[in-house]
């Protein structure tokens, strides 16, 4: 069986995009020449799901992948955020949850607290699931929201960091401004990322647009009235990975 594309205009773009990134149909395991739009269907699942996973079986298996390929990235930002014991800490887009737990355990003096942002209800319930007894405690608040639209009080967080989540965003000076507003005066911001990796999924259309590139982050960042914004390459045993910082000015 092939799946091949007749003269339909609607499928001469995806069209074009197989011929480009030169896949091959994980259904028919057809060469390029054959003009199969499934990879690009592929892809736009994947790039939802990863953007936004729901219960269900890809929304599972997104969140197992999540585990295993982005702990690091993680890890890395709760430490490049230089959290300090009795911060107000925040996390954006918080996935399953390994950001939350490896922050909790820096946040020692009692007024030290966690915040977790994620609009999927999937996430929102198996983070709130992991953490539950620091949530019972009050230790650390997980919100159900948009990151554009944060259920929190002007000027009231220390350090901010996330992972793998504005490229999703619609709008990132929205974001950004909304991040800024939350933050204290000189609180820093830092986010993680494989760009080689994010750009090489952006090539396959897994990701929305073009709000992934990070110059596009960073001047969002910069119009929203954050300063010292920059982006570093990074290196953790043998993967490398990049940072951008950004402090709130007020
Ligand atoms: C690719 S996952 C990354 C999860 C985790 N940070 C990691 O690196 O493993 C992106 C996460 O950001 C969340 N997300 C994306 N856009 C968001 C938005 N505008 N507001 C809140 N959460 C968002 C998604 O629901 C998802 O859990």
Same mark, same amino acid.
């Given at each position: 069986?092939t799946h &091949?594309?007749q003269?339909?205009?609607?499928?001469?773009?995806?069209?074009k995009?197989? +011929?480009?990134?030169?896949?091959?149909? +994980?259904?028919?395991?057809?060469?390029?020449? &054959?003009? *199969?739009?499934?990879?690009v269907? %592929?892809?736009? $699942?994947?790039?939802k799901q990863?953007?936004?996973?729901?219960r269900s079986?890809? =929304?599972w298996?997104?969140?197992?992948f999540?585990?295993?390929?982005?702990? !690091?990235?993680?890890?890395?930002? !709760?430490?490049? *955020?230089?959290?300090?014991?009795?911060?107000?800490?925040?996390?954006?887009?918080h996935?399953?949850?390994? =950001?939350?737990?490896?922050?909790? $355990?820096l946040?020692?003096?009692?007024?030290?607290?966690?915040?977790?942002?994620?609009?999927?209800?999937?996430?929102?319930?198996?983070?709130?699931?992991?953490m $539950?007894?620091?949530?019972?405690?009050?230790?650390?608040?997980?919100h159900? *929201?948009? !990151?554009?639209?944060?259920?929190?009080a002007?000027? &009231?967080?220390?350090?901010v #960091? /996330? *992972?793998?989540c504005y490229? #999703? %965003?619609?709008?990132?000076?929205e =974001?950004?401004?909304? @991040? +800024?507003?939350v933050?204290?005066?000189?609180?820093?911001?830092v &986010?993680?990322?494989?760009? #080689?990796?994010?750009?090489?999924?952006?090539?396959?259309?897994?990701?929305?647009?073009?709000? %992934?590139?990070?110059?596009?982050?960073?001047?969002?960042?910069?119009?929203? =009235?954050?300063?010292?914004?920059?982006?570093?390459?990074?290196? /953790?045993? +043998?993967?490398?990975?990049q940072? @951008?910082?950004?402090?709130?000015?007020?």
């Amino acid at each position: 069986m092939t799946h &091949t594309v007749q003269s339909s205009s609607s499928y001469k773009q995806e069209d074009k995009v197989y +011929h480009q990134l030169q896949l091959q149909c +994980h259904q028919c395991r057809t060469e390029p020449q &054959t003009r *199969c739009v499934y990879p690009v269907m %592929w892809a736009e $699942k994947v790039g939802k799901q990863l953007g936004h996973p729901t219960r269900s079986v890809a =929304g599972w298996l997104v969140s197992k992948f999540l585990n295993i390929r982005n702990r !690091v990235l993680e890890e890395n930002a !709760v430490q490049l *955020c230089g959290i300090q014991p009795g911060d107000t800490v925040l996390e954006l887009g918080h996935g399953p949850g390994l =950001g939350l737990q490896s922050a909790a $355990k820096l946040l020692t003096e009692p007024v030290g607290h966690l915040i977790g942002v994620d609009y999927s209800e999937f996430m929102h319930q198996m983070a709130s699931e992991h953490m $539950k007894e620091l949530v019972a405690s009050g230790k650390v608040t997980l919100h159900h *929201c948009d !990151v554009a639209a944060m259920p929190l009080a002007d000027s &009231t967080v220390d350090k901010v #960091f /996330h *992972c793998n989540c504005y490229y #999703f %965003w619609p709008d990132l000076r929205e =974001g950004a401004t909304e @991040i +800024h507003r939350v933050m204290k005066p000189g609180g820093l911001m830092v &986010t993680t990322l494989r760009l #080689f990796n994010v750009a090489t999924m952006a090539a396959k259309q897994v990701m929305p647009g073009e709000n %992934w590139h990070p110059e596009a982050y960073m001047a969002a960042l910069r119009d929203s =009235g954050f300063t010292d914004v920059r982006m570093e390459d990074k290196q /953790h045993k +043998h993967i490398t990975f990049q940072a @951008i910082y950004a402090t709130a000015l007020k």
